[in-house]
């Protein structure tokens, strides 16, 4: 496989890193995807310490991706669509900061991008709630232990798996259907 020179990368979290993963693993012009922590104050955190809240961290995948086949804007578009933007530290049944929507840029090109495309949700309404979807600088980010790793893929049958990965994996291959990598 040829691998572009202009790779870009985006931190987005969306709840947990396992359904967040399962559905960006299928994105055309997704070229890696790796759970991860970031935005905390403890450098290196474990996954135990993610979990008690006390670190400040979000669970988050790092999406590596070709700018000539997927915009930073889709891609932002296919997480808005997947996960709930607007419950504050919270997706379903999964509660805490660590769980928080959150977009982390490494580019200011990506900020403005967020930015807007928030904005312009907001104004079509189309949530129903306030977003409240935070957009900071990408700081502090370290990859998730080995287990976490491509978890849905792995463990397609595991009950988490089954009840919160597979129907947002649905939704993304309904709605981004042209996105969906063959």
């Not at 070229?31 to 993610?50: A, K």
């Not at 893929?153 to 947002?168: F, H, I, S």
Request: aromatic share 10%; charged share 20%; glycine share 8%.
């Amino acid at each position: 496989m040829n691998t572009p020179s202009n790779i870009e990368t985006l931190v987005l979290g969306g709840g947990c890193f396992w359904c967040t993963e399962a559905v960006f693993v299928q994105v055309k012009g997704v070229l890696d995807v790796e759970s991860g922590y970031c935005n905390g104050h403890t450098l290196n955190p474990t996954y135990e310490q993610v979990c008690s809240g006390n670190t400040g961290h979000n669970e988050v995948v790092r999406l590596q991706y070709d700018p000539s086949v997927i915009s930073a804007r889709v891609l932002l578009e296919i997480f808005f669509g997947v996960h709930d933007a607007t419950t504050l530290n919270r997706q379903g049944n999964d509660r805490g900061t660590q769980y928080r929507s959150g977009i982390y840029f490494t580019q200011a090109e990506h900020e403005q991008v967020a930015r807007d495309l928030i904005q312009e949700i907001q104004a079509d309404g189309v949530l129903g709630a306030p977003i409240v979807t935070e957009v900071l600088p990408l700081q502090n980010y370290s990859a998730a232990e080995e287990y976490h790793q491509d978890f849905f893929e792995r463990n397609p049958t595991q009950g988490y798996c089954l009840a919160v990965a597979t129907p947002k994996v649905s939704k993304f291959r309904k709605i981004f259907a042209d996105w969906v990598r063959r």
